[in-house]
């Protein structure tokens, strides 16, 4: 059962971080990271499908923005909770947000669709939208790399492999239900605030 894990992940693990990416994209970005330390894939490759992954989805959702504005799922989004920060805080510091909108957990979607209704020219957008996803891929790469080192040397070297792997994909699971949680709870309270 672990081989068809392990092989499994060596065969889509990339495509998953990618995929995992091009939403919000933390816990992915973390478990490709995890897995380049254990072998299953190197860390610049774990890294490029992360920057990759994060440029796609900033891109989409500027371009559902952009040339979509009035159809009912950016409508909706429109209405989401942090919406009108967003917008507010791209027309006063165009640049920064753009730059910094990934780190903030929950903001990414609305921020892009936010980036798209705005006026910032798209050439601005694409390059800061690289600048931004190659540092974020960077860092969330390179913390699972290294939480994948401090794991092998608390868990020991004891387990297996797979093992390990296994490991990872639990701690990973269980990131991206607690930022689920965190997102849900930021949420609730800036729907509070809005009211």
């Known amino acids: 059962m672990t081989e068809a894990i392990h092989h499994f992940i060596e065969q889509y693990g990339l495509l998953a971080v990618f995929l995992g990416c091009v939403a919000e994209g933390e816990s992915a970005a973390i478990l490709g ?3 380049a330390h254990q072998n299953v894939f190197v860390l610049w490759h774990a890294i490029l ?9 900033d891109t989409f959702f500027f371009i559902l923005g952009r040339s979509f504005a009035d159809h009912r799922y950016v409508v909706r989004l429109r209405r989401r909770p942090g ?8 027309n006063t510091h165009p640049n920064i947000f753009v730059l910094s909108n990934r780190y903030v957990y929950g903001m990414r979607l609305v921020g892009g669709i ?10 601005r957008f694409v390059i800061l939208n690289a600048i931004s996803s190659a540092a974020w891929a960077i ?4 913390i699972g790399y290294v939480f994948g080192m401090s794991a092998q040397h608390f ?25 689920w949680f965190a997102a849900r709870h930021i949420a609730k309270r800036e729907r509070g605030r809005e009211q």
Not at 83 to 90: E, I, V
Not at 139 to 142: C, K, N, P, V
């Open 139 to 142: 860092l969330f790469s390179t």
């Open 49 to 57: 499908a992360a920057a990759l992954g994060a440029f796609v989805g």
């Open 155 to 179: 868990i020991g070297q004891a387990l297996l492999r797979h093992e390990r792997l296994l490991v990872g994909l639990g701690i990973g699971l269980a990131v991206a239900v607690l930022a």
């Open 114 to 123: 936010a980036a798209g209704l705005s006026t910032i020219p798209v050439p």
């Open 33 to 35: 990271g995890f897995f």
């Open 83 to 90: 919406f009108r920060r967003a917008y507010r805080l791209l």
